[in-house]
């Protein structure tokens, strides 16, 4: 766990995690959103609109990316984060979200860090990046 | 199509207000659904109870484009991803005042042929005037 920008080098991972994203919780999300698509509620809906099943929003996957990055290091204020939606990732699969800090700034005390998101077939569904300030 | 000419014509051009209220059931919600944890984010008695980062992504303006910007492919879209940079806290009972305009567009061409990307930007500030965030949601058209 990160406390202080003291405590972070250059190339450090951030523990990889698998979020969760239930059918159930990703349809919490787009009720939250006002997102409520058959697309991200409903397989077979999302099915007849030619998905493989109801996927997740992006800016879902955005948020679960955020909450990594708040557990990695508690208390921080991520600055910017910026992501690419590459693949759709599907509800009820088993992604992994991945970060790995590719930059530090002493001055401002903020690290960069690259962001990924790997579903259960290997494919990179989102890639981004993140500004974060520590203590 | 000429991207110079779109880019002069279009670029910083405010096309759109609108205000939302944040409310704190909102704000929970999307951060429980994102696994969040933080009580910042999770439990609105927090001395420093916000919304989640990427909070302002979910709200949409009146209009995606300006009425009359120019028809570029089919004229669908493809969500290209979105950048948000937090400039200050988020309350519930805030009224966020949103400005759109177009920050950027430019073109690459790949597998899939020549797409432009549109830069759409919202900017929000609160009721007392601050500035609280900045959306850039990327729209890719396919061009052929």
Known sequence: MVTKFEDVELGDDLPEESPDVSLVRVTKFAVAAHMLWGRFTDHEFARKE?????????????????????????????????????TPMLADSHPVCKGAVTDTDEANRTVEIDLTIVTDKGETSVVGTAVVQLA | MNIAELRETWLG?????????????????????????????????????QAHPGFTAKYASRRTLPTDFPQLGDGRGVDGGKCVESLGPIRPG?????????????????????????????RYENQRGEPVSVVDWRMIRNVG
């Not at chain 1, 997740?56 to 557990?71: F, N």
């Not at chain 2, 209220?21 to 696994?35: F, I, N, R």
């Not at chain 2, 920050?103 to 690459?108: C, F, P, Q, S, V």
């Open chain 2, 13 to 49: 051009r405010q096309f759109d207000r609108a205000e939302f209220e944040v409310e704190a059931k909102e704000m929970l919600d999307w951060a429980e659904a994102c696994g969040e944890t933080d009580a910042r984010f999770t439990d609105s008695t927090h001395p420093d109870f």
């Open chain 2, 94 to 122: 805030d009224v966020l005042g949103a400005t759109s305009l177009i920050a950027d567009i430019y073109e690459k061409t790949g597998r899939s042929g020549t797409m432009v990307f549109i830069v759409h930007r919202m």
């Open chain 1, 50 to 86: 030619g998905f493989a099943g109801a996927i997740v929003p992006g800016i879902m996957s955005q948020g679960l990316l955020a909450a990594m990055i708040h557990r990695w290091a508690p208390g921080c204020r991520i600055l910017k984060i910026d992501t690419v939606f590459r």
